[in-house]
């Protein structure tokens, strides 16, 4: 018998090839709506190389130019224009992507989402394929039973070779584990089904099958290599650092290594106060957009209820942009400052007045409210020095072998002592670690030798110095010279010492500078100026002096505007000028070196927060300061950025860009990324690329629904071409819309645009249809039950479709309508598919009857098999809609009724070949309670039973004939267990019941009567046939010699026989099961006993008048 699956798809060939085209039309159709290959991350994936590539132009075969060929030269130069303008815009969106990696402060990357598998490709499963075709053939050295090989050859027939498997794997929803899985589950109902052994458990059976299964689905693949090619794939379903991401999209955005360089040293990727800057502005130009909406009610976009959902929409806005400040502001500065009361709630509102325009005296009062607010107390620094004691040179009054050693303290507090050297080699390299609250502190370092007098008590000083450090001076060791008594023998010591003083993480810049201001340094000197981050959004300019922990002064920099200026001439000190500028304020400031400016301008300009951004006078003697400065190094790169045309893409606002758009591509050529990527996804994003779309989301303003809204048109989109789609993926965004759309906020967002609900009634309506064509062909969108339970989840997600809103539920009754639509359609395409491949209809004209029958049992045996497997694959799916599957199958098995009847009606009268059929149908649909009795069953018994009543009255007429002209011709020559005809008479008889009984017929009241008809046929057989045994024994008796040595003829004994067989065979051909039901036993024993006891009589007496003879 053929199997069901490997059979029945096989005739669906056209549309399964058809299949296989569509689908590598959307593997390689990632850029199809951008009408551009170039840098796609499926041309990388698939090898078809990165680039722009001209499509190829099939020209007329003409030796002029026409104006067909003008044609192709202007779609030529469009289509280069519009690819190039695409990678323009994904460059664009790399910009805005590589700022959300450098720097997030709303999402993570989740760690507890479901791990994919590794899924089969089309190339893996021919190799699948031939293995275990190799292991069937008895090509491997895998020892296995008969039980096993069995089980593999099921699973090669049925599974392996089914083309909706082949088609699954197209579609990219196939994985190891689904073949595991198969696989495990038909050998547990095997297993199960075996016989009990001592000593050999059932679980120990499948485990063993289990790792011989593995072993031929591996084939010669060394696991350990398998899982270190596969490692940097498997690594994509973790965390990702951020230079994963980075590579992740540039290869889905198409960005070249180079431009990744560019950018990120244009745009200071890997410095974080520059990013937080960065953020910062644009936060407020966002809050400035919010304000130009409350003016202008023309920017407004449309809503589903105008009036009221405006002003809603506006706070909405501020609200976002107040919790993205609020998250930004949680992000810890520095240790011990997390939870500092100068958090955005304190300082946003003046940054609203500010950003507004509301700068009047208020606002000048606001601002020194502010900074009363801000103390020096709130101010905290903490460094940490390393001092490293090296060596001295210039003792030369010591003896070589006078012991000396150092002393080290800061600040006069702990004092750390060397080790003890000789004079004569004086060597320490010897670390003290340090920890002090003053931005100059004082670093002592002493040289003692050990006191040769019994009598003094302490050693003696050598020498001493005292260094300055601070975090900007250089790390290396260097000489210094000491401070020697008066006295001493050597006058010239220096010592050899590398002070690290780190900068704590809150403080930004220091160094020393002039400064004037009119309410703080209010005159011109040079001072030491450290700037501080109180939080995220709160900066001081703190002046120190040594040994203070406390600033002397200072100054927060909210409000402020940095930038450069042009020399003072009033004043004194300092060469290179700039000042901080806010309404009712100017402080100037002044260093000595041109790089300092720079520094400090930088600095300040991240601090402040401002739109404008300083730009440096170029001179010549500037430009020669800075030669090698680290200002000219960010202008070079800034520089080259320029160079290849990367300007625009830094310099770009990302407040006026529509970043709704910008996302939707960005999430379009990621999901293509990932669907095309080594991993069974079905749709859903890896970690890495959730945590960029979220950061993305929230760091941009992109709405929740619309970012939904549009992956379901992506998903649907990839679903309709033959992608496989987990139906949970959908139901999760489609709850989320439809919750959004019927004002049940679930992101907090009350307002609902009009262009959100209208795309969205359009995806529920596709979505709805989409359903439906999967319900319909649930046999083939989910093979074998696979993806694991994505068929009820599908169902779930039909059900949830169809309510109108997301509170009332749908009447049941709606549902079973459409489940119950869906399913007689299914009826229509599995039958319509397997009869294709039976070729029953293409076989009524040219073929035989006989051929057509044959045809006949062989669709019914794939159809019994087709709904076995929707019996064992997707009946606990539909476990709440068993009676529509009850009527799916009545309907299919309708659908092959016609069939039946035309079969049956070209067949020759009185031929029995249909009854193998009636059988194998009859003995299917008793074995199925839902079935049995059914429609299907009763039509069934209905078009055979005229057959069966023919059948037996040709057979009881058959027979009555063969005992007529059997006894007519009969030579009493002993047969078996009687002569010729007897022995024919009781085959036919037997085998005439056994044909019956066989049958099983369904209905009990024709079943008895047949049994009936049977038992009483073969009594009135036998009778018939006894009674003509008998007129034979007589005449024989009439016949014999009269001699004294009477013989009995051979014929006289094969009768006798006749008689004790028909004794023998009565209660088997009479009786029910040994029971005598109908009374014939009885009567045809009596009658046979009779008949028995007339001829001993008739022989005795024959043997008695011949001995008197």
């Keep these: 018998m053929l199997d069901p699956s490997s059979s029945e798809e096989e005739s669906d060939s056209e549309t399964i090839d058809g299949g296989e085209d569509g689908s590598e039309t959307v593997s390689l159709g990632v850029p199809t709506q951008s009408g551009s290959r170039s840098h796609s991350p499926a041309s990388d994936n698939l090898s078809l190389g990165t680039g722009t590539r001209a499509p190829a132009v099939v020209r007329p075969a003409s030796p002029s130019p026409s104006i067909v060929s003008e044609k192709d030269r202007k779609d030529d130069i469009e289509r280069a224009e519009k690819e190039k303008e695409d990678q323009r815009r994904r460059l664009q969106i790399y910009v805005f992507v590589s700022r959300t990696i450098a720097y997030p402060f709303n999402a993570k990357q989740p760690t507890d989402m479901t791990r994919r598998q590794l899924k089969i490709t089309k190339q893996q499963l021919q190799q699948i394929k031939e293995r275990f075709q190799s292991f069937l053939q008895g090509e491997t050295q895998i020892v296995a039973d008969e039980a096993f090989t069995n089980a593999v050859q099921s699973y090669f027939e049925v599974f392996l070779k089914s083309d909706r498997i082949t088609k699954m794997v197209l579609s990219g929803g196939c994985s190891a584990n689904d073949f595991r899985e198969v696989f495990k589950n038909n050998i547990e109902k095997r297993v199960r089904s075996l016989p009990e052994i001592d000593g050999l458990s059932k679980e120990t059976v499948l485990s063993s099958w289990m790792v011989k299964f593995d072993q031929i689905f591996r084939g010669e693949d060394d696991p350990r290599k398998q899982g270190s090619r596969s490692a940097a794939s498997v690594a994509s379903e973790l965390v990702l650092s951020k230079e994963q991401l980075y590579d992740m999209f540039q290869t889905i955005l198409g960005v070249k290594k180079f431009e990744h360089q560019l950018l990120y040293n244009a745009l200071q990727l890997d410095n974080a106060d520059e990013q937080a800057a960065a953020i910062r502005r644009e936060l407020d130009g966002r809050l400035q957009s919010v304000e130009a909406l409350t003016k202008n009610r023309k920017l407004m976009p449309k809503f589903v209820l105008q009036k009221e959902m405006e002003s809603l929409y506006t706070e909405e806005v501020r609200s976002s942009v107040n919790i993205l400040m609020a998250n930004l502001e949680s992000l810890p500065v520095s240790k011990g400052n997390t939870d500092s009361k100068y958090s955005l709630q304190r300082l946003k509102k003046y940054h609203r007045a500010q950003n507004a325009g509301f700068q009047t005296s208020r606002g000048s009062d606001s601002q020194e409210e502010t900074e009363a607010q801000l103390s020096k107390l709130d101010v905290v620094l903490s460094f940490t020095l390393e001092v490293v004691v ?93 401070h020697v008594p008066k006295n001493a023998a050597d006058q010239d010591l220096k010592i050899k010492i590398a002070v690290k003083m780190d900068k704590p993480q809150n403080m930004k810049h220091c160094g020393y500078l002039y400064a004037m201001g009119k309410t703080v340094w209010k005159k011109w000197k040079r001072r030491y100026f450290v700037l501080v981050q109180i939080s995220q959004y709160t900066f001081a300019m703190c002046s120190y002096r040594e040994k203070k922990s406390e600033p002397t002064e200072l100054m927060q920099l909210d409000g402020f505007t940095v930038d450069y200026s042009d020399p003072m001439h009033d004043v004194e000190g300092g060469t290179h000028f700039f000042n901080a500028v806010k309404e009712g304020d100017n402080v100037g400031f002044a260093c000595d070196e041109e790089n300092d400016r720079h520094l400090w301008v930088q600095a300040m300009y991240r601090a402040t927060g401002q739109s404008h951004k300083p730009v440096p006078p170029t001179t010549a003697q500037s430009r020669q300061q800075n030669a090698n400065s680290q200002i000219a190094r960010i202008q070079g790169d800034a520089d080259r950025a320029r160079k290849h045309g990367m300007d625009e893409f830094i310099q770009a606002d990302p407040c006026k860009f529509p970043h709704n758009y910008l996302f939707t591509e960005m999430q379009r050529l990621t999901l293509d990324y990932r669907l095309y990527d080594p991993f069974c996804s079905l749709g859903w994003f890896s970690p890495g690329q959730v945590f960029v779309l979220d950061e993305y989301c929230a760091r941009y303003g992109v709405r929740g629904c619309y970012r939904h809204l549009q992956y379901l048109a992506e998903l649907l989109n990839r679903a309709e071409q033959g992608t496989m789609i987990d139906p949970t993926l959908i139901h999760y965004s489609f709850a989320f819309c439809a919750s959004h759309v019927h004002g049940n906020r679930p992101d907090g967002i009350g307002t609902v645009l009009y262009e959100e609900r209208e795309q969205f009634e359009e995806i529920k309506e596709r979505l709805r249809i989409l359903l439906e064509n999967q319900i319909t062909h649930f046999r083939y969108c989910f093979p074998f039950g696979r993806p694991e339970g994505a068929l009820k989840a599908t169902l779930s997600l039909l059900e949830r479709v169809l309510m109108k809103d997301i509170v009332t539920p749908v009447p049941p009754e709606e549902v079973r309508a459409v489940i119950k639509k869906c399913l007689e359609n299914a009826a229509l395409v599995n039958y319509t598919r397997i009869s294709s491949y039976a070729k029953i209809e293409e076989s009524h004209e040219n073929e035989s009857p006989k051929k057509r029958l044959e045809d006949l049992m062989h669709l019914a045996e794939l159809c019994i098999d087709l709904l076995q497997q929707n019996e064992e694959h997707h009946a606990e799916a539909f476990a709440w809609f068993s009676d529509l599957m009850v009527d799916h199958a009545e309907l299919f098995w309708s659908l092959f009724a016609v069939d039946m009847d035309s079969v049956l009606d070209g067949q020759p009268p009185d031929t029995w070949d249909s009854f193998p059929l009636f059988q194998l149908l009859n003995d299917y649909l008793l074995n199925d309670n839902s079935l049995m009795n059914g429609r299907f069953h009763n039509k069934l018994r209905d078009t055979f039973a005229p057959m069966v009543v023919r059948y037996v009255d040709l057979m009881e007429s058959s027979i009555a004939q063969s005992i007529h002209k059997g006894f007519e011709r009969e030579k009493w020559e002993i047969r078996g267990n009687g002569c010729a005809t007897s022995e024919d008479m009781f085959w036919k008889l037997d085998a005439l019941q056994s044909f019956i009984r066989d049958l099983h017929w369904p209905e009990e009241v024709f079943a008895k009567h047949l049994e009936q008809r049977l038992k009483l046929m073969a009594a009135d057989m036998m009778e018939s046939c006894i009674k003509r045994t008998l007129q034979a024994f007589e005449r024989w008796l009439q016949k014999g010699s009269k001699s004294t040595d009477y013989m009995v003829p051979i014929g006289i004994s094969a009768m006798i026989n006749v008689v004790i067989d028909a004794k023998n065979q009565s209660l088997k051909l009479c009786a029910v099961d040994g029971i005598d039901v109908h009374q014939y036993h009885t009567k045809i024993d009596e009658f046979l006993e009779k008949v028995s006891q007339q001829m001993i009589r008739g022989l005795v007496q024959k043997v008695l008048t011949s001995s008197l003879h």
């Design 390 to 482: 090296m060596e001295v040179k210039g003792l030369k009054s010591l003896a070589p072998n006078r012991i000396v050693y150092c002393t080290m303290e800061v600040d006069g507090g702990e004092k750390l002592q060397t080790d003890q050297a000789e004079a004569s080699k004086p060597c320490w390299d010897t670390q003290g670690d340090f920890t002090t609250t003053h931005p100059l502190p004082n670093v002592k370092v002493k040289l003692y030798t050990e006191s040769s007098s019994m009598l003094s008590i302490d050693d003696k000083e050598l020498g001493k110095v005292v260094i300055r450090p601070n975090p900007m001076d250089p790390r290396g060791p260097q000489w210094h010279k000491m």
